[in-house]
């Protein structure tokens, strides 16, 4: 009879053991999500990798960091001529873009961003 309160004090201290050994582990994984969530929180933070669903929208953007200051904000014109006057088709542009006619830098922009600041200049047309 003297043994037998014995088991119920060992089965605790096993629960116990494994209640730490279970909160252990569920604190290893919040730590995990949380790194991961700070490196996402990275990337949106970086503008230049910023994405855009709408090709207008990224041609805008292009705009504004590369043509705007020679061609106005609102595409005006200013030290180049206006790009508002329906005069250039998307052929034009990328043409434009890739020989940089006259004191027009060529190859500031190519590709996608190319395309997508073209249909962003015809789409304002
Ligand atoms: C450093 C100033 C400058 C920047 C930046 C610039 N341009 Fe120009 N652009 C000019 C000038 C100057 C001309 C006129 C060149 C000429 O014909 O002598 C011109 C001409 C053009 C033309 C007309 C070409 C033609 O066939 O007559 C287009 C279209 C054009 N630029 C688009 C753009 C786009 C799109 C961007 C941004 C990716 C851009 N430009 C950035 C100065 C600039």
Redesign the pocket.
Known sequence: MRGAPLFPFAATAVLGLLLVFALSLVGLNIGGEEAADENNGAEENNAEEEEFDDPIELGES??EG??A???GGELEGG???P?DTGD?DEN??IT??EEG?????AD??EGEEAEA?AEF?ISEN
């Open positions: 292009v705009y590369q043509c200051s020679c061609h030290s180049g001529p790009l250039y034009d542009i434009a873009i006619p006259g004191s027009m830098p500031l922009v600041v200049i």
